[in-house]
Nanobody, 115 residues
């Protein structure tokens, strides 16, 4: 069964940190570009960060310098380390895996940044 399962979301104060994890199963994780997207209430899902099979990373401008994406192919897991969190980072965060025309999504995890 093909699955992407996110974990690590929660409530954090502004300036705090969280690490999201996404565990994959049921497909050849190492060849996929994997990444994180987020969706604010009432808005479209947006790209946060991606990492290719070769380790190249890409970030949306608003998170550069604060978020770091990484992957562990042996564990079939992708991570998003989030630091210096802001209230505007509040969203549901989704894990994504892409290879050619195949797009896979996790169920999402809520991140809330609030004092």
């Amino acid at each position: 069964q093909v699955l992407l399962v996110e974990s690590g979301g929660g409530l954090v104060q502004p300036g705090g940190s969280l690490r999201l994890s996404c565990a994959a199963s049921g497909f050849l994780f190492s060849i996929f570009t994997v990444g994180w997207y987020r969706q604010h209430p009432g808005q479209q899902r947006e790209l946060v960060a991606t990492i290719t099979s070769g380790g190249m990373t890409n970030y949306v401008e608003s998170v550069k310098g604060r978020f770091t994406i990484s992957r562990d192919n042996a564990k079939k897991t992708v991570y998003l380390q989030m630091s210096s969190l802001k209230p505007e980072d509040t969203a549901v965060y989704y894990c994504n895996a892409q290879f050619r025309t195949t797009y896979l999504w996790g169920q999402g995890t809520q991140v809330t940044v609030s004092s």
